[in-house]
Protein backbone atom coordinates (compact mmCIF):
# COMPACT_ATOMS: atom_id res chain seq x y z
CA UNK A 1 0.00 0.00 0.00
CA UNK A 2 1.20 3.65 -1.12
CA UNK A 3 2.30 5.45 2.04
CA UNK A 4 3.52 2.15 4.66
CA UNK A 5 6.13 0.97 2.11
CA UNK A 6 8.76 2.17 5.59
CA UNK A 7 6.86 -0.64 7.75
CA UNK A 8 7.65 -3.56 5.87
CA UNK A 9 10.61 -2.76 3.23
CA UNK A 10 13.65 -2.79 5.89
CA UNK A 11 13.05 -6.08 6.31
CA UNK A 12 14.65 -6.75 2.88
CA UNK A 13 16.12 -3.91 1.57
CA UNK A 14 17.08 -1.51 4.22
CA UNK A 15 20.89 -3.30 4.03
CA UNK A 16 20.98 -2.48 0.19
CA UNK A 17 19.51 0.55 0.00
CA UNK A 18 21.70 2.30 2.88
CA UNK A 19 24.58 0.39 1.06
CA UNK A 20 23.80 2.34 -2.26
CA UNK A 21 23.59 5.55 -0.58
CA UNK A 22 26.81 5.20 0.85
CA UNK A 23 28.04 4.66 -2.97
CA UNK A 24 26.37 7.62 -4.03
CA UNK A 25 27.87 9.66 -1.22
CA UNK A 26 30.60 8.60 -3.06
CA UNK A 27 29.83 9.95 -6.30
CA UNK A 28 32.15 13.02 -8.31
CA UNK A 29 31.25 16.12 -7.34
CA UNK A 30 31.81 19.84 -9.04
CA UNK A 31 34.54 20.41 -7.24
CA UNK A 32 36.28 17.61 -8.45
CA UNK A 33 35.37 17.71 -12.01
CA UNK A 34 36.89 21.44 -11.62
CA UNK A 35 40.31 19.50 -10.46
CA UNK A 36 39.96 16.99 -13.32
CA UNK A 37 39.39 19.95 -15.93
CA UNK A 38 42.73 21.31 -14.86
CA UNK A 39 44.80 18.20 -15.26
CA UNK A 40 47.53 18.38 -18.21
CA UNK A 41 47.78 15.13 -18.67
CA UNK A 42 46.39 11.15 -18.12
CA UNK A 43 48.55 10.96 -15.24
CA UNK A 44 47.23 14.14 -13.36
CA UNK A 45 43.80 12.75 -13.93
CA UNK A 46 45.03 9.49 -12.65
CA UNK A 47 46.20 11.26 -9.44
CA UNK A 48 43.49 13.09 -9.13
CA UNK A 49 41.16 9.84 -9.66
CA UNK A 50 42.99 8.16 -6.73
CA UNK A 51 41.72 10.65 -4.01
CA UNK A 52 38.16 9.71 -4.78
CA UNK A 53 36.08 6.03 -4.87
CA UNK A 54 38.13 5.06 -7.94
CA UNK A 55 41.28 4.94 -6.41
CA UNK A 56 42.10 1.06 -5.57
CA UNK A 57 41.09 0.30 -9.32
CA UNK A 58 43.61 2.61 -11.24
CA UNK A 59 46.68 2.42 -8.54
CA UNK A 60 48.30 -0.63 -10.25
CA UNK A 61 48.30 0.98 -13.79
CA UNK A 62 51.41 1.58 -15.41
CA UNK A 63 51.52 4.87 -17.10
CA UNK A 64 51.68 6.04 -19.84
CA UNK A 65 47.66 5.41 -19.57
CA UNK A 66 45.29 5.66 -22.25
CA UNK A 67 41.54 6.64 -22.20
CA UNK A 68 40.07 3.31 -22.48
CA UNK A 69 41.75 1.85 -19.81
CA UNK A 70 40.83 4.82 -16.83
CA UNK A 71 37.08 4.28 -18.67
CA UNK A 72 37.56 0.48 -18.08
CA UNK A 73 38.66 0.50 -14.79
CA UNK A 74 35.99 3.17 -13.49
CA UNK A 75 33.82 0.54 -15.02
CA UNK A 76 34.96 -2.09 -13.12
CA UNK A 77 34.58 -0.32 -9.81
CA UNK A 78 30.65 0.20 -11.39
CA UNK A 79 30.46 -3.53 -12.06
CA UNK A 80 31.98 -4.44 -8.40
CA UNK A 81 29.29 -2.34 -6.70
CA UNK A 82 26.38 -4.11 -8.87
CA UNK A 83 27.67 -7.76 -8.13
CA UNK A 84 27.77 -7.08 -4.32
CA UNK A 85 24.16 -5.35 -4.48
CA UNK A 86 23.09 -8.32 -6.58
CA UNK A 87 24.50 -11.44 -4.88
CA UNK A 88 23.04 -9.81 -1.63
CA UNK A 89 19.30 -9.38 -2.74
CA UNK A 90 16.02 -11.01 -2.19
CA UNK A 91 12.97 -11.50 -4.49
CA UNK A 92 11.46 -8.60 -5.88
CA UNK A 93 14.63 -6.73 -5.43
CA UNK A 94 17.19 -9.24 -7.46
CA UNK A 95 14.65 -9.25 -10.81
CA UNK A 96 14.34 -5.65 -10.08
CA UNK A 97 18.27 -5.16 -10.41
CA UNK A 98 18.43 -7.60 -13.19
CA UNK A 99 16.27 -5.46 -15.30
CA UNK A 100 18.94 -3.03 -15.23
CA UNK A 101 21.02 -4.73 -16.83
CA UNK A 102 19.56 -5.72 -19.78
CA UNK A 103 19.58 -2.62 -21.35
CA UNK A 104 23.47 -3.38 -21.28
CA UNK A 105 22.73 -6.58 -22.96
CA UNK A 106 21.17 -5.45 -25.97
CA UNK A 107 23.95 -2.99 -26.50
CA UNK A 108 26.17 -6.19 -26.67
CA UNK A 109 24.28 -8.10 -29.37
CA UNK A 110 24.05 -5.20 -31.05
CA UNK A 111 27.61 -4.52 -30.87
CA UNK A 112 29.19 -8.20 -31.55
CA UNK A 113 26.65 -8.16 -34.50
CA UNK A 114 27.46 -5.08 -36.00
CA UNK A 115 31.08 -5.94 -35.87
CA UNK A 116 30.66 -9.24 -37.37
CA UNK A 117 28.63 -7.55 -40.42
CA UNK A 118 31.74 -5.08 -40.64
CA UNK A 119 34.41 -8.31 -40.56
CA UNK A 120 36.09 -7.75 -37.53
CA UNK A 121 37.34 -10.25 -35.41
CA UNK A 122 34.99 -11.67 -32.41
CA UNK A 123 37.41 -11.72 -29.77
CA UNK A 124 38.07 -7.83 -29.82
CA UNK A 125 34.46 -7.23 -30.40
CA UNK A 126 34.05 -8.88 -27.04
CA UNK A 127 36.64 -7.11 -25.24
CA UNK A 128 34.90 -4.09 -25.85
CA UNK A 129 31.42 -5.16 -24.44
CA UNK A 130 30.32 -3.84 -21.70
CA UNK A 131 30.75 -6.13 -18.94
CA UNK A 132 27.64 -5.81 -17.22
CA UNK A 133 25.42 -7.01 -20.38
CA UNK A 134 27.43 -9.85 -20.67
CA UNK A 135 26.40 -13.92 -20.81
CA UNK A 136 27.43 -17.55 -21.54
CA UNK A 137 27.42 -18.31 -25.30
CA UNK A 138 28.02 -14.47 -26.24
CA UNK A 139 30.78 -15.54 -28.39
CA UNK A 140 28.40 -17.44 -30.69
CA UNK A 141 26.84 -14.22 -31.96
CA UNK A 142 29.56 -13.93 -34.84
CA UNK A 143 27.63 -17.44 -36.35
CA UNK A 144 24.40 -16.32 -37.08
CA UNK A 145 23.28 -15.53 -40.26
CA UNK A 146 19.98 -13.63 -39.92
CA UNK A 147 17.68 -12.70 -37.10
CA UNK A 148 15.84 -15.95 -36.91
CA UNK A 149 19.37 -17.68 -36.31
CA UNK A 150 20.14 -14.95 -33.94
CA UNK A 151 17.24 -16.06 -31.71
CA UNK A 152 17.48 -19.67 -31.90
CA UNK A 153 21.26 -20.40 -31.48
CA UNK A 154 21.89 -17.88 -28.94
CA UNK A 155 19.01 -15.52 -27.47
CA UNK A 156 16.28 -18.12 -26.60
CA UNK A 157 18.42 -19.09 -23.76
CA UNK A 158 18.99 -15.29 -22.44
CA UNK A 159 16.48 -13.23 -20.41
CA UNK A 160 16.19 -11.35 -23.90
CA UNK A 161 13.84 -13.68 -25.27
CA UNK A 162 10.55 -12.56 -24.70
CA UNK A 163 11.68 -9.14 -26.26
CA UNK A 164 11.83 -10.73 -29.99
CA UNK A 165 8.71 -11.85 -30.76
CA UNK A 166 8.94 -8.77 -33.00
CA UNK A 167 11.57 -9.18 -34.67
CA UNK A 168 11.71 -12.75 -35.71
CA UNK A 169 12.11 -12.21 -39.70
CA UNK A 170 14.65 -14.33 -42.02
CA UNK A 171 15.80 -10.69 -43.63
CA UNK A 172 20.03 -10.68 -43.63
CA UNK A 173 21.25 -8.68 -40.72
CA UNK A 174 22.50 -5.12 -42.30
CA UNK A 175 22.66 -1.70 -40.73
CA UNK A 176 19.94 -1.05 -40.60
CA UNK A 177 17.82 -3.57 -39.68
CA UNK A 178 20.07 -3.80 -36.64
CA UNK A 179 19.28 -0.67 -35.50
CA UNK A 180 15.75 -1.40 -36.13
CA UNK A 181 16.43 -4.53 -34.64
CA UNK A 182 18.09 -2.54 -31.48
CA UNK A 183 15.10 -0.41 -31.12
CA UNK A 184 12.65 -3.08 -31.10
CA UNK A 185 14.11 -4.67 -28.58
CA UNK A 186 14.88 -1.70 -26.26
CA UNK A 187 11.16 -1.06 -26.51
CA UNK A 188 10.16 -4.41 -25.49
CA UNK A 189 12.51 -4.09 -22.70
CA UNK A 190 10.99 -0.29 -21.75
CA UNK A 191 7.24 -1.62 -21.34
CA UNK A 192 8.23 -4.97 -19.69
CA UNK A 193 10.82 -2.87 -17.24
CA UNK A 194 7.48 -0.38 -16.84
CA UNK A 195 4.83 -3.25 -16.41
CA UNK A 196 7.11 -4.94 -13.65
CA UNK A 197 7.43 -1.56 -11.76
CA UNK A 198 3.78 -1.21 -11.78
CA UNK A 199 3.12 -4.33 -10.65
CA UNK A 200 5.54 -3.75 -7.69
CA UNK A 201 3.29 -0.93 -6.34
CA UNK A 202 3.93 2.22 -4.50
CA UNK A 203 7.01 4.69 -4.49
CA UNK A 204 8.79 2.40 -6.70
CA UNK A 205 6.17 2.59 -9.21
CA UNK A 206 5.80 6.52 -9.03
CA UNK A 207 9.45 7.04 -9.20
CA UNK A 208 10.24 4.48 -11.55
CA UNK A 209 7.12 5.75 -13.95
CA UNK A 210 8.53 8.74 -13.90
CA UNK A 211 12.28 7.90 -15.26
CA UNK A 212 10.83 5.11 -17.74
CA UNK A 213 8.46 7.64 -19.21
CA UNK A 214 11.51 10.28 -19.67
CA UNK A 215 13.49 7.25 -20.94
CA UNK A 216 11.18 6.49 -23.37
CA UNK A 217 10.06 9.96 -24.74
CA UNK A 218 14.20 10.64 -25.02
CA UNK A 219 14.48 7.49 -27.47
CA UNK A 220 11.42 8.34 -29.37
CA UNK A 221 12.72 12.01 -30.29
CA UNK A 222 16.19 10.86 -30.76
CA UNK A 223 14.59 8.19 -33.19
CA UNK A 224 13.07 10.52 -34.60
CA UNK A 225 15.88 12.63 -35.07
CA UNK A 226 18.32 9.97 -36.09
CA UNK A 227 15.71 8.11 -39.48
CA UNK A 228 15.12 12.16 -40.84
CA UNK A 229 15.83 11.74 -44.31
CA UNK A 230 16.41 7.71 -44.00
CA UNK A 231 14.20 5.20 -45.65
CA UNK A 232 12.93 4.63 -42.62
CA UNK A 233 8.57 4.71 -43.21
CA UNK A 234 6.11 6.45 -41.17
CA UNK A 235 4.75 3.57 -39.80
CA UNK A 236 8.07 1.64 -38.68
CA UNK A 237 8.74 4.91 -37.45
CA UNK A 238 5.85 4.71 -34.92
CA UNK A 239 6.15 1.26 -34.11
CA UNK A 240 9.80 1.58 -32.70
CA UNK A 241 7.89 4.41 -30.32
CA UNK A 242 7.22 2.43 -26.74
CA UNK A 243 3.56 2.74 -25.58
CA UNK A 244 3.51 4.47 -22.58
CA UNK A 245 5.16 7.85 -21.54
CA UNK A 246 4.36 11.28 -22.01
CA UNK A 247 4.01 11.84 -25.59
CA UNK A 248 1.82 8.31 -25.66
CA UNK A 249 -0.12 8.24 -27.98
CA UNK A 250 -0.86 11.42 -29.44
CA UNK A 251 2.78 13.07 -29.47
CA UNK A 252 3.70 9.73 -31.31
CA UNK A 253 1.12 10.59 -33.94
CA UNK A 254 2.75 13.83 -34.49
CA UNK A 255 6.59 12.79 -34.56
CA UNK A 256 6.15 9.92 -37.25
CA UNK A 257 5.13 12.75 -39.75
CA UNK A 258 8.23 14.57 -38.66
CA UNK A 259 10.69 15.58 -41.59
CA UNK A 260 13.08 18.04 -39.46
CA UNK A 261 14.00 19.36 -36.59
CA UNK A 262 12.22 22.26 -36.03
CA UNK A 263 8.89 20.54 -36.70
CA UNK A 264 10.32 18.17 -34.00
CA UNK A 265 10.75 21.48 -31.61
CA UNK A 266 7.53 22.11 -32.40
CA UNK A 267 5.46 19.02 -31.43
CA UNK A 268 7.90 19.07 -28.17
CA UNK A 269 7.11 22.26 -27.41
CA UNK A 270 3.43 21.78 -26.19
CA UNK A 271 5.11 19.26 -23.75
CA UNK A 272 5.99 21.39 -20.61
CA UNK A 273 8.75 19.35 -19.20
CA UNK A 274 10.52 18.97 -22.15
CA UNK A 275 9.50 23.38 -23.72
CA UNK A 276 12.35 23.56 -21.00
CA UNK A 277 14.67 21.11 -22.51
CA UNK A 278 14.12 22.67 -26.15
CA UNK A 279 13.99 26.63 -24.84
CA UNK A 280 17.79 26.06 -24.43
CA UNK A 281 18.49 25.59 -28.14
CA UNK A 282 18.59 28.22 -30.68
CA UNK A 283 16.85 27.20 -33.91
CA UNK A 284 18.47 24.94 -35.85
CA UNK A 285 20.71 23.45 -33.44
CA UNK A 286 20.86 19.82 -32.21
CA UNK A 287 24.66 18.92 -30.91
CA UNK A 288 23.09 20.46 -27.69
CA UNK A 289 20.23 18.34 -27.07
CA UNK A 290 21.94 15.58 -26.30
CA UNK A 291 23.58 17.40 -23.59
CA UNK A 292 20.26 18.87 -22.67
CA UNK A 293 18.48 15.32 -22.50
CA UNK A 294 21.50 14.12 -20.07
CA UNK A 295 21.18 17.22 -17.90
CA UNK A 296 17.45 16.70 -17.20
CA UNK A 297 17.89 12.99 -17.03
CA UNK A 298 20.72 13.63 -13.67
CA UNK A 299 18.31 15.89 -12.42
CA UNK A 300 15.43 13.67 -12.24
CA UNK A 301 17.93 11.03 -11.06
CA UNK A 302 18.63 12.74 -8.21
CA UNK A 303 15.36 13.80 -6.91
CA UNK A 304 15.12 10.14 -6.53
CA UNK A 305 17.33 9.67 -3.82
CA UNK A 306 14.94 12.37 -2.03
CA UNK A 307 12.61 9.43 -0.96
CA UNK A 308 13.76 6.25 1.51
CA UNK A 309 12.09 2.56 1.18
CA UNK A 310 12.04 2.32 -2.60
CA UNK A 311 14.03 0.68 -5.13
CA UNK A 312 14.55 3.57 -7.76
CA UNK A 313 17.50 4.35 -5.56
CA UNK A 314 19.19 1.42 -7.14
CA UNK A 315 18.33 2.08 -10.93
CA UNK A 316 19.30 6.19 -10.00
CA UNK A 317 22.92 5.14 -8.53
CA UNK A 318 23.60 3.10 -11.77
CA UNK A 319 22.34 5.36 -14.37
CA UNK A 320 24.69 8.31 -12.47
CA UNK A 321 27.66 6.33 -12.26
CA UNK A 322 27.48 5.67 -15.96
CA UNK A 323 27.08 9.50 -16.54
CA UNK A 324 30.17 9.91 -14.13
CA UNK A 325 31.90 7.39 -16.16
CA UNK A 326 31.12 9.37 -19.83
CA UNK A 327 32.30 12.78 -17.62
CA UNK A 328 35.44 10.87 -17.51
CA UNK A 329 35.66 9.56 -20.90
CA UNK A 330 35.26 12.97 -22.06
CA UNK A 331 37.57 14.65 -19.63
CA UNK A 332 40.16 12.23 -20.37
CA UNK A 333 39.43 12.19 -24.54
CA UNK A 334 40.03 16.33 -23.93
CA UNK A 335 43.22 16.32 -21.75
CA UNK A 336 44.72 13.69 -23.75
CA UNK A 337 44.30 15.47 -26.80
CA UNK A 338 44.79 19.04 -25.56
CA UNK A 339 41.61 20.53 -26.60
CA UNK A 340 40.37 21.52 -22.92
CA UNK A 341 38.44 24.39 -24.47
CA UNK A 342 35.98 22.07 -24.99
CA UNK A 343 35.38 19.84 -21.99
CA UNK A 344 32.74 22.16 -20.57
CA UNK A 345 30.67 20.75 -23.50
CA UNK A 346 29.72 17.61 -22.53
CA UNK A 347 30.75 17.62 -18.82
CA UNK A 348 27.09 17.39 -16.79
CA UNK A 349 27.71 17.94 -13.22
CA UNK A 350 25.54 16.39 -10.77
CA UNK A 351 26.15 18.12 -7.46
CA UNK B 1 -32.12 -24.08 39.51
CA UNK B 2 -35.56 -22.15 39.04
CA UNK B 3 -34.52 -19.97 41.52
CA UNK B 4 -30.65 -19.16 40.71
CA UNK B 5 -31.80 -18.18 36.91
CA UNK B 6 -34.48 -15.99 38.78
CA UNK B 7 -31.65 -14.43 40.84
CA UNK B 8 -29.65 -13.60 37.73
CA UNK B 9 -32.54 -12.33 35.72
CA UNK B 10 -32.84 -10.04 38.75
CA UNK B 11 -29.57 -9.38 38.63
CA UNK B 12 -29.20 -8.66 34.77
CA UNK B 13 -32.01 -6.41 34.82
CA UNK B 14 -30.42 -4.75 37.44
CA UNK B 15 -27.45 -4.32 35.08
CA UNK B 16 -29.73 -3.14 32.58
CA UNK B 17 -29.12 -6.06 29.82
CA UNK B 18 -31.50 -8.88 28.76
CA UNK B 19 -30.47 -11.95 29.90
CA UNK B 20 -30.36 -13.91 26.72
CA UNK B 21 -28.13 -11.00 24.51
CA UNK B 22 -24.22 -10.25 23.83
CA UNK B 23 -24.62 -7.50 26.05
CA UNK B 24 -25.64 -10.89 28.97
CA UNK B 25 -22.55 -13.00 27.71
CA UNK B 26 -20.21 -9.81 27.88
CA UNK B 27 -20.66 -9.46 31.48
CA UNK B 28 -20.22 -12.60 32.59
CA UNK B 29 -16.97 -13.05 31.42
CA UNK B 30 -14.52 -12.83 34.59
CA UNK B 31 -13.17 -9.88 34.94
CA UNK B 32 -9.79 -11.42 35.66
CA UNK B 33 -10.05 -12.16 32.00
CA UNK B 34 -9.98 -8.86 30.99
CA UNK B 35 -6.96 -7.96 33.89
CA UNK B 36 -4.48 -10.80 32.30
CA UNK B 37 -5.45 -9.80 28.39
CA UNK B 38 -4.73 -6.23 29.93
CA UNK B 39 -1.59 -7.01 31.34
CA UNK B 40 -0.35 -9.45 28.18
CA UNK B 41 -1.29 -7.03 25.34
CA UNK B 42 0.39 -4.07 27.74
CA UNK B 43 4.23 -6.04 27.42
CA UNK B 44 3.55 -8.19 24.55
CA UNK B 45 2.63 -5.40 21.93
CA UNK B 46 5.14 -3.17 23.53
CA UNK B 47 7.92 -5.37 23.17
CA UNK B 48 6.22 -5.62 19.47
CA UNK B 49 6.57 -2.42 18.97
CA UNK B 50 10.22 -1.54 20.12
CA UNK B 51 11.33 -4.62 18.29
CA UNK B 52 9.70 -3.32 14.76
CA UNK B 53 11.56 -0.04 15.64
CA UNK B 54 14.63 -1.61 16.35
CA UNK B 55 14.73 -3.59 13.18
CA UNK B 56 13.61 -0.95 10.86
CA UNK B 57 16.81 1.63 12.28
CA UNK B 58 19.69 -1.47 12.38
CA UNK B 59 19.55 -2.26 9.29
CA UNK B 60 19.53 1.36 7.88
CA UNK B 61 22.56 1.90 10.17
CA UNK B 62 24.60 -1.25 9.53
CA UNK B 63 24.34 -0.56 5.68
CA UNK B 64 25.28 2.98 6.05
CA UNK B 65 28.54 2.50 8.72
CA UNK B 66 30.13 0.30 6.11
CA UNK B 67 30.83 3.68 3.86
CA UNK B 68 30.87 6.21 7.33
CA UNK B 69 31.55 4.03 10.35
CA UNK B 70 31.60 7.41 12.15
CA UNK B 71 27.99 7.07 12.30
CA UNK B 72 27.98 4.01 14.74
CA UNK B 73 28.26 5.32 18.29
CA UNK B 74 25.84 8.25 17.59
CA UNK B 75 23.38 6.76 16.04
CA UNK B 76 22.71 3.98 18.99
CA UNK B 77 20.40 6.62 20.59
CA UNK B 78 17.90 6.31 18.14
CA UNK B 79 18.12 2.27 19.16
CA UNK B 80 17.96 3.29 22.46
CA UNK B 81 14.84 5.34 22.26
CA UNK B 82 13.03 2.33 20.58
CA UNK B 83 14.52 -0.16 23.87
CA UNK B 84 12.67 2.62 25.82
CA UNK B 85 9.52 1.68 24.48
CA UNK B 86 9.73 -2.03 25.63
CA UNK B 87 11.07 -0.61 29.04
CA UNK B 88 7.39 1.22 29.10
CA UNK B 89 5.67 -1.76 28.82
CA UNK B 90 7.68 -4.18 30.90
CA UNK B 91 6.86 -1.45 34.27
CA UNK B 92 3.10 -0.72 33.37
CA UNK B 93 2.61 -4.41 33.26
CA UNK B 94 4.48 -5.11 36.61
CA UNK B 95 2.35 -2.41 37.98
CA UNK B 96 -1.00 -3.89 36.75
CA UNK B 97 0.08 -7.17 37.98
CA UNK B 98 -0.19 -6.00 41.36
CA UNK B 99 -3.33 -4.62 41.34
CA UNK B 100 -4.87 -8.34 40.57
CA UNK B 101 -6.66 -8.89 43.92
CA UNK B 102 -8.77 -11.92 44.73
CA UNK B 103 -12.56 -11.60 45.33
CA UNK B 104 -14.93 -13.89 47.34
CA UNK B 105 -17.08 -15.59 44.26
CA UNK B 106 -20.19 -13.90 45.02
CA UNK B 107 -18.52 -10.70 44.49
CA UNK B 108 -16.86 -11.43 41.57
CA UNK B 109 -20.02 -9.93 38.76
CA UNK B 110 -20.24 -7.14 41.12
CA UNK B 111 -20.19 -3.95 39.28
CA UNK B 112 -17.31 -2.55 41.30
CA UNK B 113 -15.52 -6.08 40.28
CA UNK B 114 -16.64 -5.53 36.60
CA UNK B 115 -14.97 -1.77 36.69
CA UNK B 116 -11.73 -3.07 38.23
CA UNK B 117 -11.23 -5.64 35.45
CA UNK B 118 -12.00 -3.15 32.64
CA UNK B 119 -9.82 -0.97 34.11
CA UNK B 120 -6.86 -3.00 34.29
CA UNK B 121 -7.89 -3.92 30.33
CA UNK B 122 -7.70 -0.60 28.96
CA UNK B 123 -4.68 0.70 30.78
CA UNK B 124 -3.09 -2.63 28.80
CA UNK B 125 -4.29 -1.74 25.78
CA UNK B 126 -3.41 1.96 25.48
CA UNK B 127 -0.15 1.18 27.11
CA UNK B 128 0.34 -1.52 24.58
CA UNK B 129 -0.90 0.48 21.15
CA UNK B 130 0.59 3.72 22.06
CA UNK B 131 4.10 2.34 22.37
CA UNK B 132 3.46 0.02 19.54
CA UNK B 133 3.28 3.19 16.99
CA UNK B 134 5.82 4.91 19.55
CA UNK B 135 7.98 2.32 18.23
CA UNK B 136 7.54 2.47 14.57
CA UNK B 137 8.03 6.27 14.66
CA UNK B 138 10.94 6.04 16.52
CA UNK B 139 12.48 3.25 14.10
CA UNK B 140 11.70 5.31 10.95
CA UNK B 141 13.23 8.58 12.17
CA UNK B 142 15.98 6.08 12.99
CA UNK B 143 16.61 4.69 10.18
CA UNK B 144 16.46 8.51 8.25
CA UNK B 145 18.29 9.77 11.13
CA UNK B 146 21.28 6.90 10.28
CA UNK B 147 21.30 7.81 6.42
CA UNK B 148 21.25 11.33 6.79
CA UNK B 149 23.81 11.47 9.23
CA UNK B 150 26.06 9.40 6.87
CA UNK B 151 25.86 12.18 3.99
CA UNK B 152 25.94 15.08 6.42
CA UNK B 153 26.76 15.37 9.76
CA UNK B 154 25.51 18.41 11.33
CA UNK B 155 21.56 16.84 10.28
CA UNK B 156 22.54 14.28 13.04
CA UNK B 157 20.85 16.86 16.19
CA UNK B 158 18.27 18.01 14.19
CA UNK B 159 16.57 14.73 13.35
CA UNK B 160 17.24 13.34 17.11
CA UNK B 161 15.11 16.71 18.18
CA UNK B 162 12.00 14.78 15.56
CA UNK B 163 12.73 11.90 17.25
CA UNK B 164 12.98 12.76 20.75
CA UNK B 165 9.44 13.80 19.76
CA UNK B 166 8.54 10.62 18.45
CA UNK B 167 9.33 9.15 21.74
CA UNK B 168 6.82 11.38 23.87
CA UNK B 169 4.08 9.65 22.57
CA UNK B 170 5.08 6.60 24.11
CA UNK B 171 5.35 8.26 27.52
CA UNK B 172 1.97 9.78 26.89
CA UNK B 173 0.24 6.25 26.63
CA UNK B 174 2.02 5.24 29.90
CA UNK B 175 0.92 7.75 31.61
CA UNK B 176 -2.52 7.64 30.78
CA UNK B 177 -2.02 4.14 31.33
CA UNK B 178 -1.07 4.39 34.99
CA UNK B 179 -3.62 7.19 35.94
CA UNK B 180 -6.44 4.35 34.53
CA UNK B 181 -4.89 1.68 36.26
CA UNK B 182 -5.40 3.47 39.55
CA UNK B 183 -9.40 3.11 39.07
CA UNK B 184 -8.53 -0.98 39.40
CA UNK B 185 -9.83 -0.67 43.01
CA UNK B 186 -11.83 -4.30 43.63
CA UNK B 187 -14.91 -5.01 45.94
CA UNK B 188 -12.87 -6.59 48.65
CA UNK B 189 -11.52 -3.76 50.82
CA UNK B 190 -14.42 -2.50 51.65
CA UNK B 191 -15.95 -5.64 52.66
CA UNK B 192 -13.23 -6.80 54.42
CA UNK B 193 -13.15 -3.19 55.92
CA UNK B 194 -16.96 -3.72 56.97
CA UNK B 195 -16.44 -6.92 58.62
CA UNK B 196 -13.10 -5.92 60.55
CA UNK B 197 -15.49 -2.52 61.50
CA UNK B 198 -17.83 -5.45 63.10
CA UNK B 199 -15.38 -7.30 64.20
CA UNK B 200 -13.60 -4.31 66.42
CA UNK B 201 -17.24 -3.53 67.51
CA UNK B 202 -17.67 -6.91 68.80
CA UNK B 203 -14.61 -6.67 70.72
CA UNK B 204 -15.70 -3.45 72.46
CA UNK B 205 -18.94 -4.67 73.63
CA UNK B 206 -17.44 -7.70 74.60
CA UNK B 207 -14.64 -6.38 76.60
CA UNK B 208 -17.62 -3.56 77.92
CA UNK B 209 -19.61 -6.35 79.09
CA UNK B 210 -16.55 -8.49 81.20
CA UNK B 211 -16.13 -5.08 82.74
CA UNK B 212 -19.90 -4.50 83.80
CA UNK B 213 -19.29 -8.29 85.44
CA UNK B 214 -16.23 -7.86 86.93
CA UNK B 215 -17.87 -4.36 88.32
CA UNK B 216 -21.01 -6.16 89.40
CA UNK B 217 -18.87 -9.52 91.00
CA UNK B 218 -16.79 -7.14 93.02
CA UNK B 219 -19.68 -5.26 94.08
CA UNK B 220 -21.68 -7.88 95.40
CA UNK B 221 -18.19 -9.60 97.70
Same mark, same amino acid.
Given at each position: ????????????????????????????????????????????????? =????????????????????????????????????????????????????????????????????????????????????????????????????????????????????????? #??????????????????????????????????????????????????????????????????????????????????? #???????????????????????????? =?????????????????????????????????????????????????????????????????????? | ?????????????????????????????????????????????? @????????????????????????????????????????????????????????????????????????????????????????????????????????????????????????????????? @??????????????????????????????????????????????
Amino acid at each position: MYGFEALTFNIHGGYLEAIVRGHRAGLLTTADYNNLCQCENLDDIKMHL =SATKYGPYLQNEPSPLHTTTIVEKCTLKLVDDYKHMLCQATEPMSTFLEYIRYGHMIDNVVLIVTGTLHERDVQELIEKCHPLGMFDSIATLAVAQNMRELYRLVLVDTPLAPYFSECLTS #EDLDDMNIEIMRNTLYKAYLEDFYKFCQKLGGATAEIMSDLLAFEADRRAVNITINSIGTELTREDRKKLYSNFGLLYPYGHE #ELAICEDIDQVRGVMEKYPPYQAIFSKM =SYGESQMLDKAFYEEEVRRLCLAFEQQFHYGVFFAYMRLREQEIRNLMWISECVAQNQKSRIHDSVVYMF | MITTIAVRDRRMSGMGVDASSWGAALVRISPYTFSAIGIAISIGVS @VLGAAWGIYITGSSLIGAAIEAPRITSKNLISVIFCEAVAIYGVIVAIILQTKLESVPTSKMYDAESLRAGYAIFASGIIVGFANLVCGLCVGIIGSSCALSDAQNSTLFVKILVIEIFGSALGLFGVI @VGIIMSAQATWPTKLISGIFIVIWILSLVSRRKNLCEDSESFFWDS
